[in-house]
């Protein structure tokens, strides 16, 4: 890397207006138009598909951290399985998919999240459950495998919702409710590369819990395991 094109890289990161990052940005709403069942996970051997149900989450919002603030999250699909197995509560994780969101004032640049190994989706009226995150950087000059958060380090965030549950549909069954986490803590990005150090500069990391806040709007698509077993 010249150190011409260093200086540009740095001033991209560190030299951006940040005017675009204290916009605030609404969650987007609206129901999405049709949930996929297809990575449903594999239940245990020996469970009982009738006491099974695929749950398919499909959720926008928005992230503040470090010095970004309210940045608008695109779409993100997590699907698990839960039932009962040998009479206590038991839980599969499926996937979690989520596209690209620009990290403005870094041309070029997206944050994705994407699942760093740990969740637990038992759930009551006001806990929707937790799970550990990371965002995956992508940029110029960025390292292929620059992070915030690892499996070793994560963003944790425990999931409370705001709000009632509503039923968006019977047949098939679709929820809604909103959730917001206030305590999450996000380390500083990690295998980023010679820029590495720049980038946490510009993005001010890492930020403490309370300074940081995952805003959602989740729709919720069910599928008891006898009709996915029936195909």
Not at 2 to 31: F, N
Not at 34 to 48: K, Y
Not at 123 to 151: F, H, M, Q, W, Y
């Amino acid at each position: 890397m010249t150190k011409r094109h260093l200086r540009r890289a740095l001033a991209a990161l560190a030299g951006a207006s940040l005017i675009a990052t204290t916009a605030a940005v609404p969650a987007i709403a609206q129901q999405p138009s049709g949930f996929d069942f297809t990575a449903c996970p594999a239940i245990p051997a020996g469970a009982d598909p009738a006491k099974w149900r695929c749950e398919v989450l499909i959720s926008t919002g928005t992230l503040s951290f470090g010095r970004i603030r309210e940045l608008p999250l695109r779409e993100m699909r997590l699907t698990f399985a839960e039932g009962t197995l040998d009479g206590r509560f038991a839980q599969v994780f499926g996937s979690l998919e989520a596209e690209p969101t620009p990290l403005p004032g870094a041309p070029r640049t997206t944050v994705q999240l994407r699942y760093a190994g740990y969740s637990d989706f038992e759930s009551n009226d006001e806990r929707k459950g937790e799970i550990d995150l990371a965002l995956r950087v992508r940029g110029p000059l960025l390292a292929p495998g620059c992070t915030i958060g690892e499996e070793q380090n994560p963003i944790h965030s425990e999931i409370q919702q705001v709000g009632p549950t509503e039923v968006i549909s019977a047949d098939p069954p679709v929820l809604r409710f909103t959730s917001v986490d206030e305590q999450l803590a996000v380390p500083a990005a990690r295998h980023c590369g010679r820029l590495g150090r720049s980038l946490n500069r510009w993005l001010d990391l890492p930020a403490s819990s309370g300074e940081n806040v995952l805003r959602q709007t989740t729709h919720v698509g069910l599928r008891p395991y006898t009709a996915i077993s029936a195909g």
